[in-house]
């Protein structure tokens, strides 16, 4: 493999650990928006982690008895057999150790993420797509800036400029002493000659692009992500626009979670509850208002 190609292979790897990173980080911080109480009726192994995670992934889970495990409440796969009303009355069941159970409306309960009945995974990896463009568009144009040049020499001092240009992208200082003259045909010296790109600084614009998807992404899960800075350029009307907006985002699963569970309450005679994680969403609140306040005093002393 060449050197090209291998760099090549070296970014794309670089850029998909980046985006799966990404992806994982906002997997969990969307697990933990909702908390539930009695879910030991299923086994002391569920969790509200492990509930959120079958929303996020396949949109439903199904929780129903099985004559030898219990009560269990696992992602599930609707069937296209519906209702009039669109809703659909067979599902499978799918264990996350392969097993699988046919079910129906009259011996299980549907539980939906949201009356689409679509999981949070597609929206979760479109925005963590984005992010990692712009990170690596960044590193490009950082490193574009680094060195707004290009080297031109003879064969002969192809080591030579490799070193040199890996000196400045590593920030050291390149010095670049030739040991002997090259020289062309006719006899004239060969010497390195530089061309200058004139690439823009855009790492800025960039990272504000990403923080605009970053800000998407967690308004669509109902987190309020509006930093100090940027709540000062807002006026009331918009800022309460937009906290409206995020509650709506988190109330709206709200609801058919406490609707779906009362009907599981109903038919296997447990006392699950379900309620927004509102210490979650508070620390991770101020979390994000710390960490702006420190990006932004860190700009205005530069």
Same mark, same amino acid.
């Given at each position: ?124 990896? *479109? *925005? ?47 010095? *670049? ?35 605009? *998807? ?89």
């Amino acid at each position: 493999m060449s050197d090209t190609k291998l760099k090549k292979s070296m970014e794309v790897k670089e850029a998909e650990q980046l985006r799966l990173w990404l992806v994982n980080n906002f997997v969990n911080i969307a697990c933990n928006l909702f908390k539930y109480k009695g879910l030991e009726f299923f086994g002391e192994d569920l969790t509200s982690e492990i509930v959120e995670k079958g929303y996020i992934f396949n949109g439903v889970n199904v929780a129903f008895k099985d004559e030898n495990l219990g009560a269990l409440c696992l992602p599930a796969v609707a069937s296209s057999r519906l209702s009039v009303y669109g809703i659909p009355k067979h599902y499978i069941a799918v264990g996350y150790n392969g097993k699988t159970w046919a079910l129906t409306s009259k011996n299980a309960v549907l539980l939906r993420n949201n009356g689409s009945f679509s999981g949070d995974i597609t929206m979760i990896n *479109y *925005y963590c797509s984005r992010m990692t463009d712009c990170e690596m568009a960044m590193k490009v144009n950082i490193n574009t800036n680094k060195m707004p040049f290009i080297v031109s020499g003879d064969n002969d001092q192809l080591l030579t400029m490799q070193n040199m240009l890996r000196q400045v992208t590593n920030n050291e200082i390149a010095i *670049y002493k030739p040991k002997n003259k090259v020289k062309t045909a006719i006899g004239e010296p060969v010497e390195l000659s530089i061309v200058k790109t004139g690439a823009d600084y855009l790492a800025d614009k960039l990272n504000d692009t990403r923080l605009d *998807y970053l800000s998407s992404l967690l308004t669509y899960l109902g987190l309020d992500n509006i930093s100090i800075e940027k709540r000062e350029r807002l006026n009331m009307v918009e800022a309460g626009g937009n906290d409206e907006h995020i509650k709506s985002n988190l109330y709206l699963k709200l609801k058919c979670r406490q609707e779906d569970w009362a009907k599981v309450n109903k038919m296997l005679g447990c006392n699950v509850s379900v309620e927004i994680n509102y210490d979650f969403i508070e620390n991770f609140k101020y979390a994000l208002e710390d960490e702006n306040k420190t990006e932004s005093e860190g700009s205005k002393d530069e």
